[in-house]
């Protein structure tokens, strides 16, 4: 079992940064940042896996956000740039112990999911 605990999210202005971090209780196969946004289903947002670090990042947010991982500290980070309006959401951290095949975009792959962090932008 993999318990996840999401810090730092917050109020922000349009074009600032912030960064999520997401500590797991034990290591996982992959990781990865949902997003739901008010009125809206979950999206996928970035994913790494644990042992070679590849990521995978929505498209709405390549150039903006990066996935990043340490390995020490069995922790994923969420770096995000210049943030808009529409990033507002609940930024939920993800988890799968399962290794091998499965869409890293598919909420169905990962077995554990934290409480989520509230990120909001405001022009």
């Known amino acids: 079992q993999v318990q996840l605990v999401e810090s730092g999210g917050g109020l922000v202005q349009t074009g600032d940064s912030l960064r999520l971090s997401c500590a797991a209780s034990?290591?996982?196969?992959?990781m990865a940042w949902f997003r739901q946004a008010p009125g809206k289903e979950r999206e996928f947002v970035a994913s790494?896996?644990?042992?070679?670090?590849?990521?995978y990042h929505a498209d709405s947010v390549k150039g903006r956000f990066t996935i990043s991982r340490d390995n020490a500290k069995n922790t994923v980070y969420l770096q995000m740039n210049s943030l808009k309006t529409e990033d507002t959401a609940v930024y939920y951290c993800?988890?799968?112990?399962?290794?091998?095949?499965?869409?890293?975009?598919?909420?169905?792959?990962?077995?554990?999911w934290g409480q989520g962090t509230q990120v909001t932008v405001s022009s």
């Open positions: 790494i896996t644990w042992n070679f670090g590849i990521t």
């Open positions: 993800a988890a799968t112990e399962t290794s091998g095949g499965g869409a890293p975009y598919s909420e169905q792959l990962y077995e554990y």
């Open positions: 034990g290591r996982a196969s992959r």
